[in-house]
């Protein structure tokens, strides 16, 4: 099964850096959220525009193997015509992307705490569907959403739809929690490798392990680059508009958490039941949520506790 060619399934749109560019016209609309935007533990992965290369991914990902006893990604790349092997590890991705996680930070919430910070987000779409939409967010939090969602995302296409672990890095972000981003990431890429796909899933990421693994690689950024379309502001005139299916919020979201304060606690950190500190469920909002949450129903998800 590892020995099977690469798919070649591209999208520029994935795997792309969100922008803080107050130059851009429309972002304007979304100035609000950047200060919190600025501060998020893991500016590398959703910032840094480096330069992918075709024949490096197409390379890595034929070649690609996991190998369970030792828990590592072995592939090769091409320096100076000779093949060498590199070997990807958990702790090398962790390195490389600037994740502020350890092997101990959890990977999965309860799903009712989940909800309920989605809640308070402002979120007016279906409370027991599997998955949450960004078009049911008002629209700062829809730019913050869509840079997780297009920057971590394991899959290309369906950018709308925000996935259960989506959900709990978006939570986690908010509510200053300790996350796993890393294992999330590397579990994805596991998977492209078992599973017999070998799509080109994080290519950006893949090419930063790899020139920081080795600095020599040949590149041909007039033949071989693959270009990204990182946000700009097309991307933020598409992010300001809503639809007739899914129209804007009625009320404004207030911030609050880690967006409103640097200096915000985790509310839970052992059991992660909370979404709010012992003030905060003192807020007439707060009675709000637990009304709404009555109706809410335990569905199966991956990424949730059970």
């Known amino acids: 099964m590892n020995d099977v060619d690469s798919i070649v399934e591209f999208d520029p749109s994935y795997n792309i850096c969100c922008v803080y560019d107050e130059k851009l016209p429309k972002m304007a609309v979304f100035k609000s959220i950047l200060e919190f935007m600025k501060r998020l533990p893991i500016q590398k992965a959703l910032t840094n525009k480096h330069n992918v290369f075709r024949s490096h991914i197409e390379r890595f990902w034929k070649n690609a193997k996991y190998d369970e006893e030792s828990k590592v990604i072995t592939s090769i790349v091409s320096l100076n015509g000779v093949e060498k092997e590199?070997?990807?590890?958990?702790?090398?991705?962790?390195?490389?992307?600037d994740f502020p996680d350890d092997e101990y930070s959890p990977t999965k919430f309860p799903k009712m705490?989940?909800?309920?910070?989605?809640?308070?987000?402002?979120?007016?779409?279906?409370?027991?569907?599997?998955?949450?939409?960004?078009?049911?967010f008002s629209k700062p939090y829809k730019f913050f959403i869509h840079s997780i969602v297009h920057a971590l995302s394991h899959r290309k296409g369906g950018y709308d739809v925000i996935r259960d672990y989506h959900m709990n890095m978006v939570t986690a972000l908010v509510l200053n929690k300790r996350y796993n981003f890393l294992k999330i990431i590397f579990h994805y890429m596991k998977e492209n490798i078992t599973s017999g796909s070998k799509t080109w899933i994080y290519p950006r990421f893949f090419q930063m392990i790899l020139d920081q693994a080795y600095l020599g690689l040949e590149k041909d950024e007039d033949k071989d680059l693959l270009s990204l379309y990182h946000m700009d502001n097309d991307t933020l005139i598409i992010l300001s508009r809503y639809h007739k299916n899914h129209p804007g919020p009625t009320t404004k979201a207030e911030f609050f958490g880690f967006i409103k304060s640097k200096d915000y606690k985790d509310p839970d950190p052992v059991n992660h039941l909370k979404w709010r500190n012992d003030k905060e469920m003192k807020e007439k909002s707060a009675a709000e949520e637990l009304k709404i949450l009555a109706g809410f129903k335990e569905t199966r998800n991956e990424w949730f506790l059970k």
């Open 86 to 97: 590199i070997v990807t590890t958990e702790q090398l991705v962790r390195e490389v992307l």
């Open 113 to 136: 705490m989940v909800k309920g910070c989605i809640l308070r987000m402002g979120y007016n779409g279906p409370l027991n569907s599997a998955n949450c939409l960004k078009s049911c």
